[in-house]
């Protein structure tokens, strides 16, 4: 589908206000961008409350399928505030998520197994040999620090725990190791 | 799309690490869900962790870990090939081409110890390389040993080889050695 250009120069709120003020033909242009936008969000939302990506990718089909239809329905009371009905709908939803698989796969068949597809955004994906030679440069304390705190994604203070350092000690290495590696891959800090 | 009160970088890696409180966490997410710059920084920290864990499957680093990071490893799927050595010993050793990793876990007296640095000497078909020496490796001193994991893409790649260890306590006085540790690699 062609974009449409005038889409762009509108914030999120607006967005949601067309795609309730559409009437009987929804307003697919809006709701693709609305789509398009918020399916990053949901999806670190995911990531970082189940840390799974199927998990993620489900919680992304299924909040917003749902917004978009309750946009549509009138049944958004504030759309201007979309962002935050989705923050509260991604919530309920992991909540559901986690109460067990087969909540889950209600949920997917109400919300997520409909005949319409929206395109997110491809996530972000930084080079392996740039990372890789950039997490050869650090020192071997960093090195360990940064694969420790983000292979599993563990906090400090249990990462201090295991090289026997405080969770403190550790924040610093970190910061001093994120802002080389963010320098090295070109990240804007 | 520019954010007039951009998060900073610290709380959003505090944020993805699981470290912030929740009510802190909730305030952090609310900015988020509105603020595409701000979810756009926390994407790259996103993609900073699936980077890592692609580079540490690759075998693509060298490492020096815990052992709770190699259980990590083990419930990612990785398949590792172990090997223990008290000061002093030796080993045959190698890596199958369908493994990830091998982890050496080399033992020493570690209690009252600040700084180790681990040196290298490799022989290649009877020629020795440089040494090479890798300073103040991390370590836990409770746990008496170092996790050293080579980098398994470039060992599956090298031709039998002997690699001989030497783990040093460094001291202001001065360095002394707790440990010597010979590998004998065969190729697969």
């Known amino acids: 589908m062609p974009r449409d250009s005038t889409i762009d120069a509108l914030d999120d709120g607006a967005l949601a206000r067309r795609i309730a003020g559409a009437g009987a033909t929804p307003d697919s242009a809006a709701e693709a961008e609305l789509y398009r936008r918020l399916a990053p969000r949901v999806r670190l939302y995911g990531l970082r409350h189940l840390r799974e990506r199927a998990a993620a990718a489900d919680l992304v089909q299924q909040v917003l399928l749902m917004t978009i239809e309750r946009l549509r329905a009138g049944e958004v009371r504030e759309p201007e505030r979309i962002a935050s009905f989705v923050l509260g709908a991604s919530r309920m939803t992991v909540l559901e998520m986690r109460r067990g698989s087969r909540r889950r796969d209600e949920l997917l068949d109400a919300w997520g197994g409909g005949e319409e597809a929206f395109e997110a955004p491809e996530p972000l994906a930084l080079d392996p040999d740039r990372l890789a030679g950039c997490l050869e440069r650090l020192s071997e304390r960093e090195r360990s620090v940064v694969v420790m705190s983000f292979f599993a994604e563990k906090p400090a203070d249990e990462v201090g725990g295991e090289l026997g350092i405080t969770g403190g000690n550790v924040r610093v290495i970190r910061h001093r190791a994120l802002g080389r590696l963010r320098e090295c891959m070109g990240e804007t800090p | ?188």
């Open chain 2, 1 to 188: 799309m520019s954010c007039a009160d951009p998060i900073g970088f610290e709380a959003l890696v505090a944020y993805w690490l699981d470290e912030l409180q929740s009510a802190d966490a909730q305030t952090l997410e609310q900015h988020l869900f509105g603020c595409r710059q701000c979810a756009g920084r926390l994407e790259w920290i996103a993609a900073l962790a699936d980077g890592v864990r692609a580079v540490v499957r690759a075998g693509a680093l060298g490492m020096v870990v815990s052992a709770p990071f190699v259980e990590a490893m083990k419930r990612a799927g990785l398949r590792l090939r172990e090997y223990q050595l008290e000061p002093g010993a030796s080993v045959n050793c190698t890596i199958r081409s369908d493994e990830d990793a091998v982890v050496s876990r080399v033992r020493a007296t570690l209690s009252g110890v600040e700084r180790v640095d681990v040196l290298h000497r490799v022989t290649i078909g009877g020629v020795e390389q440089p040494e090479v020496r890798v300073e103040d490796v991390p370590f836990d001193p409770a746990t008496g040993e170092i996790l050293l994991i080579p980098p398994a893409a470039a060992l599956k790649a090298m031709p039998a080889h002997i690699v001989r260890t030497r783990l040093v306590a460094v001291r202001e006085a001065g360095e002394a050695p707790i440990g010597d540790y010979t590998f004998m690699h065969s190729a697969q």
